[in-house]
């Protein structure tokens, strides 16, 4: 079936530090892969994605590689920002079948300047 | 920027009543989307509903819920007789296409807490 494992939290760092939050995934075929975040009070907003293997999404200084030989798909950046606090969510979409999202169960992180 | 709005923010109610919760979709949008999260649990897919019936739903919608879309632009979820277990934040979602080409925008949800 389909799933999503996420790196537990909560993840606490400093104002520039580098971060990565680790997503793994379980699917048939060649599903599309995204990384969701949730800022307190907001809904979910779609933060990057990536269609096909080896495809590197990218936004606001995030990036994630969609990696099909260890299924993985990890969000990395740099140099954190304090305004970067908040609920981020591995998810896939399958490649057919279903039009519903995956979602891993969110990764909390909080920057302190 | 349009966005997806969800009301209330947060609903109390006693077990075995009813509610309904609200959600106005992207009005240009065509696939209307319910999700919900346990506390401390993976965001789960409830039901997908496109030309005004359910397209998909998952196990987890069984009989006690219910979709409708009553005018042009509201969207809602009712629960027919609350649990205990379905204390949970209910996330509204839409998009323009069918996922794999199209974004699903999300609402801010709303947080049901059945005691």
């Known amino acids: 079936g389909n799933s999503v494992t996420q790196m537990e939290g909560p993840v606490t760092l400093s104002e520039e530090a580098f971060l990565t939050i680790n997503c793994t995934y379980t699917?048939?075929?060649?599903?599309?892969l995204f990384w969701y975040v949730q800022y307190p009070g907001e809904g979910l907003q779609l933060l990057l994605k990536?269609?096909?293997?080896?495809d590197k999404g990218s936004n606001k200084g995030f990036e994630a590689t969609y990696r099909k030989e260890t299924t993985s798909f990890h969000l990395e950046k740099g140099s954190v920002q304090v305004s970067d606090s908040a609920v981020y969510f591995c998810?896939?979409?399958?490649?057919?079948?279903?039009?519903?999202?995956?979602f891993g169960t969110g990764t909390r992180l909080t920057v302190i300047p | 920027e349009p966005e997806v709005t969800q009301t209330p923010s947060h609903q109390v109610t006693q077990m075995g009543q009813e509610v309904i919760l609200r959600c106005v979709p992207i009005?240009?949008?065509?696939?209307f989307y319910w999700y919900r999260q346990i506390l401390g649990q993976k965001v789960e897919f409830l039901v997908s509903?496109?030309?005004?019936?359910?397209?998909?739903k998952s196990e987890i919608f069984d009989d006690q819920f219910s979709v409708e879309r009553p005018d042009g632009s509201n969207f809602t979820l009712k629960i027919r007789s609350t649990k205990l277990e379905d204390s949970a934040m209910y996330f509204c979602?839409?998009?323009?296409?069918?996922?794999?080409?199209?974004?699903?925008?999300f609402g801010p949800g709303t947080r049901l807490t059945v005691t």
């Open positions: 979602a839409s998009s323009m296409a069918r996922q794999g080409s199209g974004e699903q925008y």
């Open positions: 699917a048939t075929g060649y599903p599309s």
């Open positions: 990536a269609t096909k293997a080896d």
């Open positions: 998810a896939l979409s399958p490649q057919t079948g279903a039009n519903n999202l995956f």
């Open positions: 009005s240009n949008h065509l696939y």
């Open positions: 509903f496109y030309n005004n019936e359910i397209s998909e």
